[in-house]
């Protein structure tokens, strides 16, 4: 054939084998490939049945999502032309058995649904992601899959987006039969038991369903998948086939599709999507690097973060050593994680036998006994230089010199940490997100002298932990907190000079934030900033010229650390994390306020949007400049995986480009000339703006997409 789908036959049974690799996917060619095949067999008096199946590791992974986005720049004028191709294979006087491996996603599983029959290994899985990518199934996949697994499944799969197991998909009608052993020839031998032409197709049944179905399905959509237009779109055109016949309802899934994807979500989410692979590419570190295996690892620190980071580990199958420095403080750590594993349990997500072995991965201890046997000591001590650097000079000493040492510092020097060591080559930053188990980045620091082997096992560290790493540079804060710092500097402002702190949540909330800034401080714990402001005074690196927020530090003399002790920026109840507006907090914003001279006005959404996200991307053009971020994407990645940033508006830095980087650098200067240096215009944001461009030009003019 084309070369990219292959024709065989095995007495009398045409076998067409997709061979795209590496996963097989619908680019051009493979479609018509598949319909020249079955054409052939067609033609073919000796061919009493056609199998259709993947080579190599899985069955069609999906479309090419490179080609929706020419197809959105106008490079190309036409989809990929997969709904005809399924049309000729549904249309097929011979019946076809699609063979199913590895995984048969969005297009894959459209294309296994429009075979007669579908048959699978155990371990396959199949499934319709498209609204990850912010697009709905566009080759009749929300008419075939309601038809074949009914329409409450349908909803779920077409909303949600997560793929389902091959017994799953039996259970529902999807899949006809799970093959035990050798999927070609279970194939084989299930098309020589359904060779007869089937006189009827799945899309001629005629589909019924009571309303509340689909209001639910969109009840549901909007709690859990906020402000995400692509789930409700997809139960719009699953309702069509209600309605309409069934090629009446695909023109209506086509027109959606094509709304869905040229619009500002679907693009942001594929950018996220080709983002969360970029950072994986490191110019200077070369792919044979050779990477160190982590089979055991011994972290200082049973605290919030030391505990999250445990958990992390023995979750992806890695024992740890957890110490701490007083019995007391052990224990705690202790009963957190055991508190935390049990209500994993409780919510059904592992067995209390699979939390009952991840806690025996863990051995507590008071003293560095064993630390000489782990590949990697991670220290997660308070954010405190002097104590780091005593962590690091006990930990130089107790673990072997192949050993990795990491500190999850948030903010601090790793080239000053490292300087107590006696190999600063073997020190790196694996900075975790709290809750540590839960969050998905990790800021992996390089640090002046850390080696390349270092950086590429931490890569592949936090992979093997089902984390995202990105690499960033050694500057004050990183790259996700030094960015945060005008963030929430801007929000604090925003309150004294007029909003409540629960209309600068709403503001962000709604802007499709996981959360407010001043809740996710009082997450975070207001005590951490304090500590971190305290330090930098120390060392005369606060900024006292400038303004800065009043209340805060007002908050933690008094106590108020936020969710930790009941009371931060809100008031919260005993076992709950819900704020509740202070009339105490608003008394002290007030005071504060008048005290420095601030007129107090009244604040719009629009204002708090703009003020926040715009410092995050003039924070982020000034780090790229600088060059403590390798791209854009990358920034983008760290505030969608560890700050909450909607995946949905691409990141910070695509969301500036996307508003456009003439109006984002005009307002900067704006707020410059209304609130002060803070607001400074980045050079980069300046050339940029001035040039028409976006921070994606700029990534890709330095060869790092």
């Given at each position: 054939m084309n070369g990219l789908v292959k024709y065989s036959t095995d007495n009398g049974i045409a076998i067409v084998t997709i061979d795209n690799p590496p996963v097989n996917a619908l680019s051009p060619g493979v479609p018509e490939g598949i319909v020249e095949c079955i054409k052939r067999a067609e033609a073919d008096s000796s061919i009493l049945a056609i199998v259709l199946i993947g080579g190599g590791r899985t069955f069609i992974a999906g479309a090419d999502i490179r080609e929706f986005g020419k197809i959105t720049s106008g490079e190309k004028t036409r989809d990929i032309g997969l709904a005809p191709a399924l049309l000729e294979i549904e249309n097929c006087s011979k019946a076809v058995v699609c063979a199913i491996h590895g995984t048969a996603l969005g297009g894959?599983?459209?294309?296994?649904?429009?075979?007669?029959?579908?048959?699978?290994?155990?371990?396959?899985?199949?499934?319709?992601?498209?609204?990850?990518?912010?697009?709905?199934?566009?080759?009749?996949?929300?008419?075939?899959?309601?038809?074949?697994?009914?329409?409450?499944?349908?909803?779920?799969?077409?909303?949600?987006?997560?793929?389902?197991n091959a017994p799953d998909a039996l259970a529902c009608g999807i899949v006809d039969r799970i093959v035990e052993d050798g999927l070609l020839a279970g194939a084989i031998a299930f098309a020589r038991e359904h060779t007869a032409p089937l006189k009827t197709r799945e899309r001629n049944q005629k589909l019924t369903a009571d309303a509340a179905v689909f209001a639910a399905a969109r009840a549901e959509v909007r709690k859990k998948q906020r402000g995400l237009m692509a789930p409700l779109a997809a139960i719009d055109a699953i309702e069509a086939s209600l309605s309409m016949g069934f090629e009446e309802a695909c023109a209506k899934e086509a027109e959606i599709f094509k709304q869905c994807l040229f619009s500002d979500q679907s693009k942001a989410l594929i950018h996220a999507f080709f983002g969360e692979r970029a950072v994986n590419k490191i110019p200077g570190i070369a792919k044979n690097t050779p990477v160190r295996e982590i089979a055991k690892a011994a972290i200082a620190g049973a605290g919030t973060m030391g505990g999250g980071i445990a958990m992390a580990y023995v979750n992806a199958g890695i024992p740890v050593i957890l110490k701490e420095t007083t019995q007391d403080a052990l224990d705690r750590g202790m009963a957190t994680i055991r508190k935390n594993y049990a209500a994993s349990v409780e919510r059904g997500r592992f067995t209390r036998q699979v939390a009952d072995q991840r806690l025996a991965m863990i051995t507590p201890t008071l003293s560095y006994d064993g630390f000489g046997d782990a590949d990697i000591a991670v220290e997660a001590v308070f954010e405190g230089m002097d104590l780091k650097k005593k962590v690091f000079t006990e930990l130089d000493h107790v673990t072997s010199p192949g050993a990795i040492l990491a500190s999850n510092t948030s903010t601090l020097d790793i080239d000053q940490i490292a300087s107590v060591t006696s190999q600063p080559q073997r020190v790196i930053g694996t900075h975790f997100f709290s809750p540590a188990n839960v969050m998905k980045l990790v800021e992996v620091v390089r640090g002046k002298a850390t080696s390349p082997e270092v950086i590429a096992t931490a890569m592949a560290l936090a992979r093997k932990l089902g984390k995202v790493g990105v690499l960033v540079g050694n500057c004050h804060g990183f790259v996700g907190n030094r960015m945060v710092a005008p963030y929430l500097r801007e929000a604090q402002f925003l309150v004294e000079e007029g909003a409540s702190p629960r209309e600068v949540d709403a503001a962000l909330y709604g802007f499709g934030m996981a959360m407010g800034p001043i809740a996710m401080h009082d997450l975070a714990g207001l005590d951490v900033g304090w500590r971190i402001r305290q330090e930098l005074a120390r060392e005369g690196k606060l900024h006292t010229d400038l303004r800065q927020p009043l209340v805060e530090d007002r908050l933690c003399v008094m106590g108020r650390y936020g969710q930790k002790t009941g009371a931060g920026w809100y008031r919260y109840e005993a076992g709950s994390r819900a704020p509740i507006p202070d009339p105490e907090v608003d008394e002290i914003i007030a005071s504060s306020a008048s005290t420095a001279g601030i007129a107090r006005r009244a604040v719009g959404a629009e204002e708090i949007i703009e003020r926040t996200t715009y410092a995050l991307a003039n924070e982020g053009a000034r780090i790229l400049e600088e060059g403590f971020a390798l791209r854009a994407v990358d920034i983008d990645i760290i505030y969608i995986f560890g700050y909450g940033f909607p995946a949905h508006r691409g990141g910070p830095m695509w969301h500036a480009s996307a508003a456009g980087l003439r109006k984002v650098y005009d307002r900067v200067c704006e707020f410059e000339r209304l609130h002060g240096e803070h607001w400074r215009p980045a050079p980069l944001l300046r050339e940029l703006a001035e040039s028409g461009k976006t921070f994606e030009d700029w990534d890709r003019a330095r060869g790092a997409e």
């Amino acid at each position: 054939m084309n070369g990219l789908v292959k024709y065989s036959t095995d007495n009398g049974i045409a076998i067409v084998t997709i061979d795209n690799p590496p996963v097989n996917a619908l680019s051009p060619g493979v479609p018509e490939g598949i319909v020249e095949c079955i054409k052939r067999a067609e033609a073919d008096s000796s061919i009493l049945a056609i199998v259709l199946i993947g080579g190599g590791r899985t069955f069609i992974a999906g479309a090419d999502i490179r080609e929706f986005g020419k197809i959105t720049s106008g490079e190309k004028t036409r989809d990929i032309g997969l709904a005809p191709a399924l049309l000729e294979i549904e249309n097929c006087s011979k019946a076809v058995v699609c063979a199913i491996h590895g995984t048969a996603l969005g297009g894959g599983l459209e294309t296994a649904m429009a075979c007669h029959y579908r048959v699978a290994v155990p371990q396959a899985k199949v499934g319709q992601p498209e609204v990850k990518l912010g697009i709905i199934p566009g080759a009749a996949g929300t008419q075939r899959l309601p038809r074949l697994a009914g329409i409450p499944k349908a909803l779920e799969m077409c909303t949600v987006g997560d793929p389902i197991n091959a017994p799953d998909a039996l259970a529902c009608g999807i899949v006809d039969r799970i093959v035990e052993d050798g999927l070609l020839a279970g194939a084989i031998a299930f098309a020589r038991e359904h060779t007869a032409p089937l006189k009827t197709r799945e899309r001629n049944q005629k589909l019924t369903a009571d309303a509340a179905v689909f209001a639910a399905a969109r009840a549901e959509v909007r709690k859990k998948q906020r402000g995400l237009m692509a789930p409700l779109a997809a139960i719009d055109a699953i309702e069509a086939s209600l309605s309409m016949g069934f090629e009446e309802a695909c023109a209506k899934e086509a027109e959606i599709f094509k709304q869905c994807l040229f619009s500002d979500q679907s693009k942001a989410l594929i950018h996220a999507f080709f983002g969360e692979r970029a950072v994986n590419k490191i110019p200077g570190i070369a792919k044979n690097t050779p990477v160190r295996e982590i089979a055991k690892a011994a972290i200082a620190g049973a605290g919030t973060m030391g505990g999250g980071i445990a958990m992390a580990y023995v979750n992806a199958g890695i024992p740890v050593i957890l110490k701490e420095t007083t019995q007391d403080a052990l224990d705690r750590g202790m009963a957190t994680i055991r508190k935390n594993y049990a209500a994993s349990v409780e919510r059904g997500r592992f067995t209390r036998q699979v939390a009952d072995q991840r806690l025996a991965m863990i051995t507590p201890t008071l003293s560095y006994d064993g630390f000489g046997d782990a590949d990697i000591a991670v220290e997660a001590v308070f954010e405190g230089m002097d104590l780091k650097k005593k962590v690091f000079t006990e930990l130089d000493h107790v673990t072997s010199p192949g050993a990795i040492l990491a500190s999850n510092t948030s903010t601090l020097d790793i080239d000053q940490i490292a300087s107590v060591t006696s190999q600063p080559q073997r020190v790196i930053g694996t900075h975790f997100f709290s809750p540590a188990n839960v969050m998905k980045l990790v800021e992996v620091v390089r640090g002046k002298a850390t080696s390349p082997e270092v950086i590429a096992t931490a890569m592949a560290l936090a992979r093997k932990l089902g984390k995202v790493g990105v690499l960033v540079g050694n500057c004050h804060g990183f790259v996700g907190n030094r960015m945060v710092a005008p963030y929430l500097r801007e929000a604090q402002f925003l309150v004294e000079e007029g909003a409540s702190p629960r209309e600068v949540d709403a503001a962000l909330y709604g802007f499709g934030m996981a959360m407010g800034p001043i809740a996710m401080h009082d997450l975070a714990g207001l005590d951490v900033g304090w500590r971190i402001r305290q330090e930098l005074a120390r060392e005369g690196k606060l900024h006292t010229d400038l303004r800065q927020p009043l209340v805060e530090d007002r908050l933690c003399v008094m106590g108020r650390y936020g969710q930790k002790t009941g009371a931060g920026w809100y008031r919260y109840e005993a076992g709950s994390r819900a704020p509740i507006p202070d009339p105490e907090v608003d008394e002290i914003i007030a005071s504060s306020a008048s005290t420095a001279g601030i007129a107090r006005r009244a604040v719009g959404a629009e204002e708090i949007i703009e003020r926040t996200t715009y410092a995050l991307a003039n924070e982020g053009a000034r780090i790229l400049e600088e060059g403590f971020a390798l791209r854009a994407v990358d920034i983008d990645i760290i505030y969608i995986f560890g700050y909450g940033f909607p995946a949905h508006r691409g990141g910070p830095m695509w969301h500036a480009s996307a508003a456009g980087l003439r109006k984002v650098y005009d307002r900067v200067c704006e707020f410059e000339r209304l609130h002060g240096e803070h607001w400074r215009p980045a050079p980069l944001l300046r050339e940029l703006a001035e040039s028409g461009k976006t921070f994606e030009d700029w990534d890709r003019a330095r060869g790092a997409e």
